[in-house]
T-cell receptor, first 114, second 113 residues
Framework: KQEVTQIPAALSVPEGENLVLNCSFTDSAIYNLQWFRQDPGKGLTSLLLIQSSQREQTSGRLNASLDKSSGRSTLYIAASQPGDSATYLCAVPYSGGGADGLTFGKGTHLIIQP | EAGVAQSPRYKIIEKRQSVAFWCNPISGHATLYWYQQILGQGPKLLIQFQNNGVVDDSQLPKDRFSAERLKGVDSTLKIQPAKLEDSAVYLC???????????FGQGTRLTVV
């Protein structure tokens, strides 16, 4: 059974800092990994999707890396802003049988102090 | 492009009552998912549909939860009877097909008292 762990559970940093969020998964037989953002009272927004053949993906100030062999991914946020405050979730899909629902970590609650 | 629509946004019921949630996926999306997110946890998949067929419902508590997707478009998720531990946000998501990026609705927050 796939398990996803995210560290740290919460993080509070001053505006402008670069930061790293960590995600680990137990079953390396994944075909992609996604990072999501969740704002209070809202649904999930997909930030980055990394295919298993890729090692990283970038979108603006966000960079996600994937190391399948070690079962780890990191989300790097450069020059953090107060608007980045949210919960960040890592997720990997089921594999096989046509089912591809996602298994999520518990998330990292991020606060960027102005 | 319209997103995934869910209703109601909020619902408060007493334990042992029944409740239903509705989801309208993005037009043309064949795959639809229901997730349960308990406070402080990540979302947990309850059921996945491909068109109007169930692909995976292994984590759906079938003694009290049911879901259907008649005509392969809209879907409803029902809980009967509700328990206190069912208090959560119920998220619906859709994708154009299995294996492609899924888009999430804003969710229905259920409180069971």
């Amino acid at each position: 059974k796939q398990e996803v762990t995210q560290i740290p559970a919460a993080l509070s940093v001053p505006e402008g800092e670069n930061l790293v969020l960590n995600c680990s998964f137990t079953d390396s037989a994944i075909y992609n990994l996604q990072w999501f953002r969740q704002d209070p009272g809202k649904g999930l927004t997909s930030l980055l999707l990394i295919q298993s053949s890729q090692r990283e993906q970038t979108s603006g100030r966000l960079n996600a890396s994937l190391d399948k062999s070690s079962g780890r991914s990191t989300l790097y946020i450069a020059a953090s802003q107060p608007g980045d405050s949210a919960t960040y979730l890592c997720a990997v899909p089921y594999s096989g049988g046509g089912a591809d629902g996602l298994t999520f970590g518990k998330g990292t609650h991020l606060i960027i102090q102005p | 492009e319209a997103g995934v629509a869910q209703s109601p946004r909020y619902k408060i019921i007493e334990k042992r009552q029944s409740v239903a949630f509705w989801c309208n996926p993005i037009s043309g999306h064949a795959t639809l998912y229901w997730y349960q997110q308990i406070l402080g946890q990540g979302p947990k998949l309850l059921i996945q549909f491909q068109n109007n067929g169930v692909v995976d419902d292994s984590q759906l508590p079938k003694d009290r939860f049911s879901a259907e997707r008649l005509k392969g478009v809209d879907s409803t998720l029902k809980i009967q009877p509700a328990k206190l531990e069912d208090s959560a946000v119920y998220l619906c998501a859709s994708s154009s097909n299995a294996g492609t990026r899924a888009f999430f609705g804003q969710g229905t927050r259920l409180t069971v008292v």
